[in-house]
């Protein structure tokens, strides 16, 4: 079968709706493709040897150690986080095209709430942090996760055995992201929806879809679980308490996440937005009385608490291990708030608005894209000020002729979320650099001490296997430098960087001004 018979086989309203959401996603995202950034915790990655990495995932208690090989084999190629970025690209938009063949099975759902649906989903401003080469075994699960679905949706129309094995075996490769353990409460609710037959029967029926989850748990319990380091403080065990106060915490977790990004993706405006929503609810229920009624198909509140349920199911396993899915540097524990958060925002407004919410949910998808094309824009940015500061680092003798630094970032405001570089962060810009690990930069004097109690000294992992301590010998002041970093700026040095790579590394050097000053030691 070629494309265009393949193509022709799916309804043109079905095809309009994945060219919306094809667009939509790309508008938000597409800017990733040409960012070649190294950002925070990829440094703990990027030029490690496969064996490193694999190790690493190995203490971290991932099963089989897969993400270490998949880093490994990426690391190979002259361009890993080109091809990261890709990837993960490839696999959001793989998961929102398969969203949407699953909700279109469900006879509540009309299309046009579909539709909206699955495009809240695919630009959702959660998970920045996507953008990471380190987050790419995240992002894949997520993508299993979704075509899992897709195929057990089409099992259930066709049939064919070939659908049902493939999505076990993409189901299973999703779950080793523990967090999808959870999440998966939602298949086993869609089985039980479809099959519509005795309660009782149905695990029996689809056995291997509803011992699965058990199966990868006991696996990773008792032959994958956390080692070294990793083991002795505990990590991601659950914290009996913290579950009894989950119910509590996803209410603060909905409104830190669902509300404070609705308020914020309206450029400072976002109060006044949602105060707008609730005046207008109020009137619409005060003028139109009774009709209001039938402006509903009895399935908004039905739906709604779908959404309530697939948020509390992506929020719980991250609640109850201290990991809080929120905005900023973890907002990689905001992986599967997507679905239930944009059921919840469709039909919240739905029920509050009636009609009236379609031109609403509208703006905010608007105000998403635009909120998301400005983060990336942020990142590439923060790409550029990074890239400045090596270029000074390689050029420098002080940094050749030492290995202590303490830093004065006076450029925080060009970070994405503000937040100070990491010690191994400076670390990864000195090995990839010089080849070597035997320096360190870090902010205050007494970081070294806190650095030395986490053992992260002579360590292959932070890139200070090599490095001897010692105290602070040169200060480096970072400043803004002469460039200004606007949009047209952004975009020639994008041009330059992809077209003229010596012109880019001549530009970029405007981009911060750093200074170094020797510290005296006091006698």
Known sequence: MNLKTWADRIPAVLQRDYSLIFLAYTASYGLMLL?????WEDWLIYNHTAADNIYFFRDLGFFMSWPGYLYGFVGQFAAPALICRSVTFISFLTAAFCLNGVLATIK???????????????????FTFRIAIGTLHYTLCYGFFFAAFYLLAGYFYGGKLWRRLLAVVLFF????????????????????????????????????????????????????????????????AIDP??????????????????????????????????????????????????????????????MF????????????????????????????F???????????????LKLLLGRLSRPIVILILLAFIAGNMRTAIAYQ?????????????KASEEIKNHSTFL??????????????????????????????????????????????KIRAFGRERFNTRDYRPVPPQVRLIIEKGDGNLDVGEMARLLRAEWLSPSTFKERVKNVVKVSAVEVKVNR
């Open 35 to 39: 960012n070649r950034g190294i950002y």
């Open 108 to 126: 509540e759902l009309e299309r046009e709430a579909r539709l909206l649906i699955v495009l809240l989903f695919s630009v959702f401003p959660f």
């Open 173 to 236: 490769a999703a779950c080793t992201t523990r967090s999808f353990l959870v999440f998966y409460i939602l298949v086993a609710a869609y089985i039980v929806y479809r099959d519509g037959g005795r309660l009782l029967r149905i695990p029996i029926k689809y056995f291997d879809f509803f011992i699965l989850p058990l199966v990868v748990f006991l696996l990773n319990k008792y032959f994958f679980p956390p080692l070294g380091e990793y083991a002795a403080e505990n990590y991601n």
């Open 241 to 302: 308490l913290r579950a009894l106060m989950a119910p509590l915490i996803m209410v603060k977790s909905f409104w830190v996440n669902v509300v404070c990004v609705l308020r914020e993706s309206f450029f400072g405006h976002g109060a006044f937005f949602l105060l707008f929503i609730l005046i207008a609810a109020v009137l619409r229920l005060l003028v139109l009385h009774g009709r209001v009624k039938n402006e509903f198909t009895g399935n908004e509140l039905k």
């Open 305 to 332: 608490l779908v959404g309530i349920l697939a948020f509390a199911a992506a929020a719980f396993p991250y609640i109850v291990i201290g990991k809080n899915p929120m905005p900023g540097s973890v907002d990689r």
């Open 334 to 348: 905001q992986l599967l708030l997507p679905l239930g958060s944009s059921i919840m925002v469709y039909y919240g």
């Open 381 to 393: 940015r923060f790409w550029y000020k990074k890239t400045a500061l090596m270029e000074y680092l």
């Open 407 to 452: 830093v004065a970032d006076r450029t925080v405001y060009m970070h994405p979320i503000p937040y100070e570089l990491a010690f191994y962060e400076f670390a990864g810009f000195f090995r990839a650099i010089y080849g070597e690990q035997t320096r360190i930069a870090f902010y205050l004097p007494g970081d070294i001490d806190s650095i030395t």
